[in-house]
């Protein structure tokens, strides 16, 4: 992300993309989203997926294997309120909140 490279945000954030050219088409697609990646793209323009044991051990054991300490968010999308109470449910226990932003820190996934 050249814009937060450029202002001195030192900190990696979950999402993002990149261009693969695709062979012989003269095509590109943006490459392989982690399931994290797209369940939180989903969240903001679908509302809440269903909860269950499994989604949250999948992206529980992927914000970990990525080292994943704390978590931010702004409410917004079509579910601002479910998508805190998603979050919620991910981390497990409350967020702080300050500035307008809710905060999970000191995460733990185990």
């Given at each position: 992300?050249?814009?937060?490279?450029?202002?001195?945000?030192?900190?990696?954030?979950?999402?993002?993309?990149?261009l693969?050219?695709?062979?012989?088409?003269?095509?590109?697609?943006?490459?392989?989203?982690?399931?994290?990646?797209?369940?939180?793209?989903?969240?903001y323009?679908?509302?809440?997926?269903?909860?269950?044991?499994?989604?949250?051990?999948?992206?529980?054991?992927?914000?970990?294997?990525?080292?994943?300490?704390?978590?931010?968010?702004?409410?917004?999308?079509?579910?601002?309120?479910?998508?805190?109470?998603?979050?919620?449910?991910?981390?497990?226990?409350?967020?702080?909140?300050?500035?307008?932003?809710?905060?999970?820190?000191?995460?733990?996934?185990?």
């Open positions: 992300m050249t814009w937060q490279a450029s202002a001195g945000i030192r900190f990696r954030m979950v999402g993002g993309y990149f693969v050219p695709q062979a012989g088409t003269g095509t590109v697609t943006d490459g392989r989203a982690s399931e994290t990646a797209t369940v939180l793209g989903d969240l323009s679908q509302g809440v997926p269903p909860l269950t044991p499994a989604l949250r051990g999948r992206l529980r054991h992927e914000l970990a294997s990525w080292h994943v300490t704390s978590v931010l968010a702004v409410p917004a999308g079509v579910d601002p309120a479910g998508s805190l109470a998603f979050l919620t449910w991910l981390v497990g226990h409350p967020p702080v909140y300050a500035g307008g932003v809710y905060a999970w820190y000191r995460v733990t996934w185990h």
